[in-house]
């Protein structure tokens, strides 16, 4: 395995393809594994596709990269490309129950499904993030901790903004807004947080009959909220949440673009 990050230079490469040439010890093929591939410089890249252009039987590069329009065309003519898809949540999920088992972690289900949510596709950025969680509070993950790391917002602001917007109620509104700006949020987040919520009630408002999902508590207090909006309502406030997401950095400051997002909403509510 080659960091291509660290190891960009020619010799480097060099040094690959001269051991490359030599059939393996022991099993079939000699396996090398390039990271950040379009790290490496362009001499380097010209000493790769020489070996690339006629690879001895017994060798398999493996290059990885996360920006593949960077790679010299010449390079990737000469690949098979395989796009690889984020993890789905339920199964990063269930991987770090596994692990939180494993090792006698104590968890609440919650906690690691906002850990899961937060990796965004990415087991290794979930492990990560449960090792901070587990450094932050003692060795145990539970929701309100991992929540305050992540700084996203937890079921019962959802609930106190949702339902003030459904009472149209902008003092409760605002309420729940200095008390979500006590906690120090990352307002990115809390934005992602509440489109994810709606998003949800607009599903489960279209399909009653929708399978329960990872969590059905939650469900059913979202399908309760979503009984006193209408449909076109939640598609609004969906599109209201994501483009204040995408503004937020043209703000006087985060929270007054988080506030006057909710404002947004009891607006054209």
Known sequence: ELDAASNTGIDNMREILDNARYAPTAGRY???LIDEVHMLSKAAFNA?????????????????????????????????QFHLRRLPLPLIYDRLAQISTAEKVEFEPAALR??????EGSMRDAL??????LAFGGGRAMEAEVRTLLGTLDRKHV??????????DGAA???????LDERAPDYHQALGELSGAIQRMALLQALPDLPPGDDEDEDKLLAGLAAK???????????????SRRDLDYAPDARAGFEMALLRMLAFR
């Open 173 to 179: 509104l605002m309420q729940q807004a200095a008390h």
């Open 159 to 168: 609930q106190g903004i949702l339902t003030a917007l459904a009472g149209k």
């Open 30 to 32: 000699k396996v090398y």
């Open 48 to 80: 790769l596709l020489k070996t690339l252009e006629e690879p001895p039987p017994h060798v398999k590069f493996l290059l990885a990269t996360t920006d593949p329009q960077k790679l010299p065309v010449t390079v990737l003519s000469r690949c098979l």
């Open 114 to 119: 906002a850990i899961a949510r937060g990796a």
């Open 229 to 243: 909006f209408t449909a076109e309502d939640l598609q609004l406030l969906y599109q209201i949440a994501i483009n």
């Open 128 to 133: 990560s993030l449960l090792d901070q969680v």
